[in-house]
């Protein structure tokens, strides 16, 4: 006998029961492991379209390999479900969960347009169930003491913010290269440095100024920059790309002193990050403890569905982001390679 539905008050039992949409390597190499291994999260069933792959990634993960989307959310033994497809399929198969009473943690960008990503924040909210945009980086704690060194004064006033994130080229079969999957750089890294501007500048930031490099060949922009400047004046200066030497970093510029973060958003769980501040005549190497923002991720989400949430989570937070995904686009001076 199946397990009852789960309603808005949150699945019984102190355990969310999850299904994933599909068997993208972020899935395989980072969510999986942690929702197996998971006291508030249980496994059940992992959807692809190839039948073959879904049964030797459940094999792999001890659950159930199930064929098409839709089947598994025709379960009635899944809560909710992690969405790590490319993100042009997000809007459709995030709908349909949730149409289907489930909570969603949809990998990063929730969609592709700020249009969708609010269409589906009023969506969750008619079906009372969580959404919530994947972006493990913030439950990292090292953000935390950042936060709290510049509010303590540590660097003073701030004045700029700049942030990084470039990484080598990649697969170019994979979807990053494909327009009609919702491929680019903006898309996939350069939503990051956005979000640290909104972590530290306050206010709703515009876009002054960006630029775009498409690649001829494919269609998608491999790099990028931008420029924000919050209401108050204080300023974000940005940068991303695929085709770069890695670097992960941002850096607050104060009156009196620099914050600096050199692994900011993809830092292996084992590491210590350090966070240096620079001041007159002083540089402090502060080594923050080792932290696992998956789990951390995943345990802010569990919480919220078995907290009994029954709408968005970080709305505010996701719909400006997707503004300003589409602002950049508006003002950005493109050039092709």
């Not at 990084?164 to 919702?182: C, E, I, K, Q, T």
């Amino acid at each position: 006998m199946s397990p009852a539905s789960p309603g808005p008050e949150g699945p019984a039992g102190g355990r969310v029961r999850m299904g994933v949409l599909g068997c993208a390597d972020i899935a395989l190499r980072r969510m999986l492991p942690v929702i197996a291994a998971a006291d508030t999260a249980e496994l059940v069933a992992v959807a692809s379209r190839d039948a073959a792959k879904a049964r030797g990634v459940a094999d792999r993960f001890g659950c159930a390999g199930v064929q098409g989307y839709r089947t598994l959310l025709e379960r009635d033994d899944i809560d909710a479900v992690y969405v790590p497809l490319p993100p042009a399929l997000h809007f459709e198969q995030v709908a349909e969960a949730l149409r289907a009473g489930k909570h969603v943690l949809c990998e990063k960008p929730l969609c592709t347009t700020h249009a969708e990503a609010a269409e589906l924040m009023e969506l969750a909210r008619r079906h009372r169930r969580i959404l919530a945009e994947n972006f493990m980086f913030l439950h990292h704690s090292q953000h935390d003491r950042v936060r709290s060194l510049l509010d303590a004064g540590s660097v003073g006033e701030l004045e700029v913010l700049t942030g990084s994130f470039g990484v080598p080229p990649l697969d170019p079969a994979g979807f990053r290269y494909a327009a009609p999957l919702g491929g680019g750089a903006l898309l996939d890294v350069g939503v990051y440095p956005l979000r640290t501007a909104q972590m530290f500048l306050s206010g709703e930031p515009e876009v002054l100024a960006a630029t775009l490099r498409v690649d001829d060949a494919t269609g998608v922009d491999v790099a990028g920059t931008a420029l924000l400047c919050a209401p108050d004046g204080v300023a974000a200066q940005l940068e991303f790309g695929f085709r770069h030497s890695y670097r992960s970093r941002y850096a607050l510029w104060g009156r009196s002193g620099r914050i600096s973060v050199e692994r900011a958003y993809t830092p292996p769980e084992q590491l210590k990050p350090v966070v240096r501040v620079q001041q007159q005549d002083r540089l402090t190497e502060l080594a923050m403890p080792a932290d696992h923002q998956v789990r951390n991720a995943l345990a802010a989400f569990t919480a919220a569905v078995l907290a009994g949430g029954d709408g968005p989570v970080g709305e505010a937070e996701s719909l400006l982001q997707a503004r300003l995904v589409d602002d950049v686009r508006k003002v950005a001076r493109v050039f092709t390679d």
